[in-house]
């Protein structure tokens, strides 16, 4: 494990290791699903993410693909249009946790005991483990004119990302929350029906270079609109498992990144 440095996280406004911080973040992400902690990196680190993400862009594996709103194969006991299987669009490049280059600050941020700790407590898990294949710890995410991240649930139960640069505009990660109860098995089909036709006016988030995100996406709806503009938005999601020596499966290693490893 590496030690954080003030140089990379703002620690004057977020002391990591404070349990009265900590516990401020959980009580947030338990009430609200989402948990914002606006300029979390500092403008030092900040600069260096995103000059390694311009450097190492013609490094990415760019996607355009169709899916439904739960990221699995088409249910034949459904119609086309229907809730479960109408499709939606995304679009997006991204280079790996292979790609990264080993003194990043990503990866001291990634590897750091203060902030995994700090993961566990807020996120109420006893420890947290890398991805045992090479592509899917770290991930940055390059999104530029007319690209976007359709409505879908998330399959694990909480996502971490980092915005490192917003586009001149569009680009906003919208979501409702509580749309449908998985574990219940509760779909909820009617009321992902009305997200899917803009009838319910979702919650928007108004994010800031160096801000962190600790969202549950598992049973709200969420997107990325379309990004408009010259500026490429650079996103950095931060992959943990709860349990160790988990690979992401070759099937969505191939989809995502378009290799095994």
Not at 31 to 46: H, K, Q, R, Y
Not at 158 to 182: C, H, M, N, S, W
């Amino acid at each position: 494990m590496r030690n954080l440095s003030g140089d990379i996280v703002n620690f004057e406004q977020y002391p990591l290791s404070d349990s009265r911080f900590r516990a401020q973040c959980k009580g947030k992400l338990d009430g609200d699903g989402v948990l914002v902690l606006d300029n979390f990196l500092t403008s030092l680190a900040i600069a260096s993410i995103r000059g390694e993400g311009i450097d190492n862009q013609h490094l990415a594996y760019f996607t355009e693909k169709n899916h439904n709103i739960y990221l699995s194969p088409a249910d034949p006991e459904f119609l086309s249009d229907h809730p479960r299987n109408r499709e939606v669009v995304s679009s997006k490049g991204c280079i790996t946790t292979d790609q990264i280059p080993d003194g990043s600050e990503l990866r001291v941020l990634y590897d750091a005991l203060e902030f995994r700790d700090l993961l566990c407590a807020v996120l109420d898990i006893e420890e947290l483990y890398d991805y045992a294949d090479p592509l899917s710890s770290i991930n940055l995410h390059y999104a530029s004119n007319g690209q976007e991240l359709g409505w879908h649930f998330d399959n694990s139960s909480f996502a971490i990302t980092l915005l490192i640069q917003p586009p001149e505009y569009g680009g906003d990660f919208e979501y409702v929350k509580d749309v449908r109860d998985a574990d219940q098995g509760h779909m909820n089909y009617q009321l992902s029906q009305k997200v899917l036709d803009g009838k319910i006016p979702p919650e928007k988030l108004s994010l800031g270079a160096g801000s962190l995100v600790l969202f549950r996406g598992r049973n709200s709806m969420h997107r990325v609109t379309p990004v408009k503009g010259n500026q490429t938005r650079l996103l950095v999601v931060l992959a943990y498992n709860t349990e160790p020596g988990i690979s992401l499966s070759e099937s969505a290693r191939m989809t995502f990144y378009g290799r095994l490893g």
